[in-house]
């Protein structure tokens, strides 16, 4: 693996990729989705049940696929992008990088960020960034099953006492975190994207979209999460800016063990 | 439901390339000879998810990464695949096949009680394991008798392939890589080739049911055997050592003989004293405990209509 690639232009000159905030929104978006499925992988033979393992090992694999087809839009060396940046170049936001090895949590997290995912994906579905239109159509189409499998085993086990006492009280800590989803990363004009037709809505209206949605998918259980309001000074600093979660590190350390056990190596 | 009147009729039935189906009447003898068969195979594949899910983590890159994860969802994939044929065949149920497991009642493979130590061992598990594994399982395909064990068998079979080559192509990228990942490897192997030449298991007894009644079709020392001559050219090909230092090709046949075979490692392994046993079972147990509420809940849901 060589040195970092700088996210070069791979487009003509007035495509919408070139887009002031462009590249970058790719980037933090390809970065979720490289923790998440590096977070999900986790879970392989050691989920509630089988099926449980197989399913968030195949979510897991689709969040990873993204990754990969994210990086892709920006350059050819994908795994510099994905393991070969320093801490601060990471865009990811920092629910992502939540370890989760509590499964109650992950479902939590799950539910959150695959409901964040399919109302961005449909903001990028008709993206005049046509190759970025076609990942986001793509990716959106297997977002279904993943919402499928969360909503459903989240529907379920709110009907019970046990599930309503382990996941409520998961979602007062973790729904205001998972706003930062939807901020934009710095230097990242998102009325730019808008009016280059780069992405059909604005993120702080992606946003109240999403907030609908979760608190429709929570209220046959009485619960309504409490939403932080917005605020561009806490974004700035946040993970969209290049500023890593305590969590990261450890994540990261895993990611290019073996990678920096010799640079010059082809694994 | 079909019934035999006697055991020489149903071996008749055997002997003639017939099919078992969960529901014929089937003598209880072979219902428990097949159903442990079956039930260490789930385990073992169970738990060769376990034992590779160390190195997902940090796989190096994005390639590799998908391809380990895809893999080991494979092995889980098969563990869920045969737990349900065994429970189908009446004698315990899912949960109690697992309760056995993780209470130590039953026995997984003993390749499955070491621990993968690097990204060599890895690679080591999908080259030496995955083929010798596949060996067995198509040595049982090719001429078993229980049609839905069978019928699976095709599956995971066409999937241990994919790995292997994987663990091929996995394993020439680290003969022709650098110096570090050559020793990388080799250590793999040298920690690997004994667990996998064991997995064979010991010489078969003379009158081995499993083979009487088609489920095994070749013996464990022919298999073993093949294997050897397999791999050992291919090894030493990508300018890797065996480590078996009795290891030497008879001049007359030119077939490669192995020292002797340590089999107590391969009982205390499989007794639950192996080097990696103890951590193994106690990650499952506390999976498994620890996500009680989860399934207790799905249950009391399910209970309950919407």
Not at chain 1, 185 to 205: F, I, R, T, Y
Not at chain 2, 163 to 175: I, Q, T, Y
Request: negative net charge; hydrophobic residues 40%; proline residues 5%.
């Amino acid at each position: 693996m060589g040195e970092t690639e700088p996210v070069t232009a791979i487009e003509p000159a007035g495509h919408p990729a070139e887009t002031p905030g462009a590249r970058e929104l790719v980037l933090a978006l390809a970065d979720d989705e490289l923790c998440i499925g590096q977070n999900l992988g986790w879970w392989i033979a050691v989920g509630p049940f089988l099926e449980e393992d197989l399913a968030l090992t195949s979510i897991s694999q689709d969040e990873l696929g993204h990754a990969r087809a994210l990086y892709g839009l920006l350059g050819d060396d994908i795994d510099a992008m994905a393991y070969g940046r320093e801490p601060h170049e990471y865009l990811c936001a920092h629910i992502t990088e939540l370890p989760c090895h509590d499964w109650a949590e992950t479902l939590v997290r799950h539910f959150l960020y695959d409901t964040a995912e399919s109302v961005r994906w449909d903001a990028l579905a008709d993206s005049s960034w046509e190759s970025l239109a076609a990942v986001a159509r793509r990716a959106f189409a297997e977002e279904r099953s993943h919402l499928r499998h969360a909503t459903g085993l989240l529907d379920r086990l709110l009907r019970t006492d046990a599930g309503i006492a382990y996941l409520l009280p998961l979602f007062d800590q973790l729904a205001p975190m998972a706003c930062e989803l939807f901020d934009a990363p710095s230097g990242c004009s998102d009325e730019a994207l808008v009016a280059a037709g780069v992405m059909s809505s604005e993120l702080g209206n992606q946003r109240a979209r999403w907030q609908d949605i979760v608190g429709d998918a929570l209220a046959p259980a009485g619960y309504q999460p409490q939403w932080p309001v917005a605020d561009p000074e806490a974004a700035a600093s946040g993970g969209r800016a290049g500023r890593r979660s305590p969590h990261f590190a450890a994540l990261h350390a895993e990611m290019v063990e073996v990678l920096s056990i010799d640079p010059s190596a082809r694994w | 439901m079909r019934s035999w009147d006697s055991m020489e009729d149903f071996e008749a039935f055997l002997d003639g390339g017939g099919l078992v189906e969960p529901d014929d009447d089937m003598p209880d003898a072979y219902r428990q000879a097949v159903f442990r068969f079956i039930e260490l195979h789930a385990n073992s594949e169970y738990m060769g998810g376990l034992t590779e899910r160390d190195w997902i983590a940090k796989a190096p890159g994005l390639t590799n990464k998908l391809t380990a994860l895809a893999k080991t969802q494979d092995e889980i994939g098969h563990a869920h695949l045969l737990y349900m044929v065994a429970a189908d065949m009446g004698v315990k149920t899912r949960d109690e096949m697992t309760a056995d497991l993780l209470a130590g009642r039953t026995t997984f493979h003993n390749v499955f009680h070491y621990r993968a130590y690097s990204w060599g061992d890895q690679i080591a598990i999908a080259y030496l394991v995955d083929a010798a594994a596949l060996a067995s399982q198509q040595a049982v395909f090719k001429n078993c008798s229980y049609g839905p064990y069978k019928r699976i068998l095709r599956r995971i079979i066409a999937e241990e392939g994919f790995h292997m080559r994987n663990g091929e192509e996995l394993l020439l990228k680290m003969a022709k890589g650098t110096q570090q990942q050559h020793d990388m490897m080799q250590e793999g192997l040298d920690r690997w080739w004994w667990p996998a030449v064991q997995l064979f298991g010991p010489d078969s007894p003379p009158n081995d049911v499993l083979l009487r009644w088609h489920i095994k079709s070749e013996r464990n020392e022919v298999l073993r055997d093949r294997f050897v001559q397999k791999m050992v050219p291919q090894l030493q090909a990508a300018g890797f050592t065996i480590p078996d230092p009795d290891l030497h090709q008879d001049p007359d046949t030119g077939r490669w003989v192995s020292g002797e075979i340590d089999w107590e490692a391969l009982k205390a392994a499989i007794a639950g004293r192996g080097p990696d046993s103890e951590r193994r079972l106690r990650d499952a147990r506390n999976a498994w405990d620890g996500a009680s509420w989860v399934r207790d809940a799905l249950d009391e849901a399910a209970a309950v209509p919407a």
